[in-house]
């Protein structure tokens, strides 16, 4: 058990720093802060301070749901990308892939679920 912690420690660590420079390179701002938790059937990777100048203008002048459709584009388009990623890291294919954006505190959540393994429920790791 050891062992696999050890090496989700590294996955988690990997990703964080992939998904760190994917973002900085999309969005020309990388967060302020990520943390990110494999589990054995998801990744979920938060990110936080994640609003550039301009996009937190946006959000005060009360255009919040302008930057949310904006991300949620850009992030389809980096589907591939972030997707990748996550199959690298964990050595897993990804079954599903969601985002979310909250304004107050400024946090994304980047939500991976994979696969089951060969000899694992579809539900395992709930």
Do not use: C, W
């Amino acid at each position: 058990m050891a062992v696999a912690t050890v090496d989700r420690g590294k996955q988690a660590v990997a990703i964080s720093n992939a998904l760190t420079h994917s973002h900085r390179e999309q969005f020309g701002r990388g967060a302020g802060s990520v943390k990110t938790i494999v589990n054995t059937g998801f990744v979920i990777t938060f990110l936080e301070d994640i609003y550039t100048a301009n996009e937190r203008s946006l959000i005060d002048g009360g255009n919040a749901q302008l930057v949310f459709e904006t991300r949620f584009a850009l992030q389809k388009m980096a589907r591939e990308e972030y997707v990748r990623i996550i199959e690298e890291a964990t050595g897993r294919k990804v079954r599903a892939f969601l985002s979310q954006n909250h304004v107050s505190p400024d946090i994304a959540a980047e939500i991976f679920v994979l696969e089951p393994e060969p000899d694992e429920p579809a539900s395992a790791g709930a």
